[in-house]
C-alpha cells in the first residue's frame, strides 16, 4: 500500500484522502446549485407563461436536468364531482389516449396524496395493489412512481406524477426539494386557474351591460331578442 494512502490516527486523514473528500465535497456543492439554479429557472418559466400548457412543456425539459421520469403527470381534484381529473400530460413515449380522464379517490395514487398531502413513492408498481387506478399506469410501463401533493397555503389542488420504466427509481429521491419544485408548480396552476376566473367575471360583466344597455334602448321586440341572442352568444355558444 502507498504511505500516501494510509491514515495516521495521529495527524488525520493522508494528502489523497484529502483530494477525494474535496472532490466529493465539491461535486455535492455543485450539484445543491444546480438544483435551486433550476428551482430559479421554474420560477422565471412561471412569470414568463400565460398558458399552462406551454409552461409544463418548458418545465418538463428543465427539470429533466434534474429528476429521472419519462412521463410527468398532473392531476387535479374536481370539487362538483369529488374526483382527480387529467389535467396534463407530458414526455410521454408511450399513448395515454386510452387513459381515463378521471379516476375516483379511493382507488388511485393521486387521490391518496391529495387527500393525504404527503408525497409517496413506489419501489415497483407490479409489486404494488393498493390502487387499482394505477394498472393504466403499468399498461404504459411504468414500474416506479414519485408523486407529489400540489397545494397553495389555501388550496389542496391536485398532484404532480413523475413516472420512471426504471424499478427503484425514487428510493433516494430528495423528496424535500421535489416538494420544494411542486410548491412552485402549484403556484403557476393556482395563479391560471384565479385568471381564468377573472376572465369569466369580466366576460359576465361585460354580458350584463350589453344586455341592460340592449333593453333600455328604444327596440321592438323582435330586435330586443336578437340583440340580447348576439350578446350572450359571445360568451356562451347556443343555438338560434
Same mark, same amino acid.
Given at each position: 500500500?502507498?504511505?500516501?494512502?494510509?491514515?495516521?490516527?495521529?495527524?488525520?486523514?493522508?494528502?489523497?484522502?484529502?483530494?477525494?473528500?474535496?472532490?466529493?465535497?465539491?461535486? *455535492?456543492?455543485? $450539484?445543491?446549485? +444546480?438544483?435551486?439554479?433550476? &428551482?430559479?429557472?421554474?420560477?422565471?418559466?412561471? !412569470?414568463?407563461?400565460?398558458?399552462?400548457?406551454?409552461?409544463?412543456?418548458?418545465?418538463?425539459?428543465?427539470?429533466?436536468?434534474?429528476?429521472?421520469?419519462?412521463?410527468?403527470?398532473?392531476?387535479?381534484?374536481?370539487?362538483?364531482?369529488?374526483?382527480?381529473?387529467?389535467?396534463?400530460?407530458?414526455?410521454?413515449?408511450?399513448?395515454?389516449?386510452?387513459?381515463?380522464?378521471?379516476?375516483?379517490?379511493?382507488?388511485?395514487?393521486?387521490?391518496?396524496?391529495?387527500?393525504?398531502?404527503?408525497?409517496?413513492?413506489?419501489?415497483?408498481?407490479?409489486?404494488?395493489?393498493?390502487?387499482?387506478? *394505477?394498472?393504466? $399506469?403499468?399498461? +404504459?410501463?411504468?414500474?416506479? &412512481?414519485?408523486?407529489?401533493?400540489?397545494?397553495? !397555503?389555501?388550496?389542496?389542488?391536485?398532484?404532480?406524477?413523475?413516472?420512471?420504466?426504471?424499478?427503484?427509481?425514487?428510493?433516494?429521491?430528495?423528496?424535500?426539494?421535489?416538494?420544494?419544485?411542486?410548491?412552485?408548480?402549484?403556484?403557476?396552476?393556482?395563479?391560471?386557474?384565479?385568471?381564468?376566473?377573472?376572465?369569466?367575471?369580466?366576460?359576465?360583466?361585460?354580458?350584463?351591460?350589453?344586455?341592460?344597455?340592449?333593453?333600455?334602448?328604444?327596440?321592438?321586440?323582435?330586435?330586443?331578442?336578437?340583440?340580447?341572442?348576439?350578446?350572450?352568444?359571445?360568451?356562451?355558444?347556443?343555438? *338560434?
Amino acid at each position: 500500500m502507498n504511505s500516501s494512502e494510509i491514515t495516521n490516527p495521529l495527524f488525520g486523514p493522508s494528502r489523497e484522502q484529502e483530494v477525494n473528500i474535496h472532490t466529493a465535497t465539491a461535486v *455535492a456543492t455543485d $450539484l445543491e446549485t +444546480q438544483k435551486y439554479l433550476t &428551482v430559479l429557472e421554474i420560477s422565471k418559466a412561471i !412569470a414568463s407563461h400565460r398558458d399552462v400548457s406551454e409552461l409544463f412543456h418548458d418545465l418538463t425539459e428543465r427539470l429533466r436536468n434534474l429528476f429521472p421520469f419519462r412521463d410527468l403527470g398532473v392531476m387535479m381534484h374536481d370539487p362538483q364531482k369529488n374526483v382527480m381529473r387529467s389535467y396534463i400530460m407530458e414526455g410521454s413515449s408511450g399513448s395515454w389516449s386510452d387513459a381515463p380522464a378521471e379516476v375516483s379517490i379511493d382507488d388511485s395514487i393521486n387521490g391518496y396524496v391529495w387527500l393525504h398531502q404527503e408525497p409517496l413513492v413506489i419501489h415497483d408498481l407490479l409489486e404494488d395493489d393498493r390502487f387499482p387506478a *394505477a394498472e393504466i $399506469l403499468k399498461q +404504459q410501463g411504468v414500474r416506479s &412512481v414519485c408523486c407529489l401533493p400540489l397545494s397553495t !397555503a389555501h388550496q389542496k389542488l391536485g398532484a404532480l406524477n413523475l413516472w420512471s420504466e426504471e424499478v427503484g427509481a425514487y428510493d433516494d429521491f430528495d423528496l424535500n426539494f421535489a416538494q420544494l419544485v411542486s410548491s412552485q408548480v402549484a403556484v403557476a396552476i393556482d395563479a391560471q386557474f384565479h385568471q381564468q376566473q377573472l376572465e369569466r367575471e369580466r366576460d359576465r360583466s361585460k354580458l350584463l351591460l350589453e344586455v341592460n344597455n340592449t333593453l333600455v334602448s328604444n327596440l321592438n321586440l323582435g330586435e330586443l331578442l336578437s340583440a340580447i341572442s348576439h350578446s350572450i352568444g359571445n360568451v356562451m355558444p347556443h343555438d *338560434a
